[in-house]
């Protein structure tokens, strides 16, 4: 029943993005790991060959099944007016495993077991934010939001929500 919960530090925050505010999110696997070569986290590679996916959600839930590997989520946000010109805070309620965030081709953030110096096994229910710098986003446009995830076993995917917040 808390399985979709986000920390309790966050259902307190004065300034979250709205539902409204993002796009559909896609989803493409990544057996080979060839989406960083091939820039799948830049915001003019055509999202060709992706599906929509529910998030948050097991990709176990999802037509994506029990996969195993590298796969990539894509979707879009647009900030309030009121925020132009200010950083964002990408907040992720828990991704399983691994993840590495992009925003508008842009790598923001890192949650591995490298950058964490932490186990796999520490990662997948470990909340984290992405600091985006305001000279990384869009004014009255559409950010690209693109998010590499590495799942080694079991189950994979962004499986908590995800929040935009201003500082």
């Not at 559909?24 to 060839?34: G, I, N, S, T, V």
């Not at 000279?135 to 995800?162: E, F, Q, T």
Request: a negative charge; zero cysteines; charged letters at 25%.
């Amino acid at each position: 029943r808390t399985a979709f919960e986000i920390p309790a530090e966050w259902k307190a925050l004065p300034r979250v993005l709205p539902a409204s505010a993002w796009g559909p999110w896609l989803f493409r696997e990544d057996p080979a790991d060839k989406g960083v070569a091939e820039g799948w986290f830049r915001p003019e590679r055509e999202p060709a060959g992706w599906a929509p996916i529910a998030v948050p959600a097991f990709w176990a839930e999802t037509d994506a099944g029990d996969y195993v590997g590298y796969g990539w989520y894509r979707t879009t946000f647009t900030l309030p007016a009121d925020w132009k010109g200010k950083p964002v805070r990408l907040l992720f309620g828990s991704v399983d495993e691994q993840a590495w965030v992009y925003v508008n081709g842009h790598l923001v953030r890192e949650h591995t077991a490298a950058s964490e110096k932490a186990p796999i096994e520490a990662l997948w229910e470990t909340p984290f934010a992405a600091e985006v710098p305001a000279d990384r986003l869009r004014d009255g446009a559409p950010n690209v939001l693109a998010v590499r995830v590495h799942n080694a076993r079991g189950n994979g995917g962004i499986w908590r929500p995800v929040l935009a917040a201003a500082p």
